[in-house]
């Protein structure tokens, strides 16, 4: 079996594993530490990709939210976006597993 390395996990497998290296963190700091591993471009539409990405994956279970305020208005290019902070469930992690056998 191909053992699959971080470098090359989807993007959303990559906010997961974020999520299991750093606990529960916020909807912007995942994103900065996407673009610091480079796993996707550092561009304000990515920004928002994330953050649909994580909408996603609450809803089917994978990632929890904790927390909610409201962002800095310049950090998403727009005024009053609720940001969330999100923790990974014990269901992500199992699907986290998965990808990485």
Not at 11 to 20: D, E, G, H, S, T
Not at 50 to 63: A, P, S, T, W
Not at 80 to 88: A, R
Request: proline residues 3%; neutral net charge; contains cysteine.
């Amino acid at each position: 079996m191909i053992e699959m390395s971080r470098n090359m996990l989807p993007a959303k497998c990559r906010v997961l594993q974020i999520l299991k290296d750093n606990g529960a963190m916020w909807t912007s700091d995942i994103s900065e530490k996407m673009f610091e591993q480079k796993a996707v471009p550092n561009t304000n539409r990515w920004k928002w990709v994330i953050r649909f990405y994580l909408l996603e994956m609450q809803i089917n279970g994978m990632v929890k939210f904790v927390d909610t305020r409201v962002a800095d208005p310049s950090y998403y290019q727009e005024d009053e976006v609720v940001e969330t902070k999100y923790q990974i469930t014990k269901f992500g992690l199992q699907r986290l597993e998965d990808v990485l056998r």
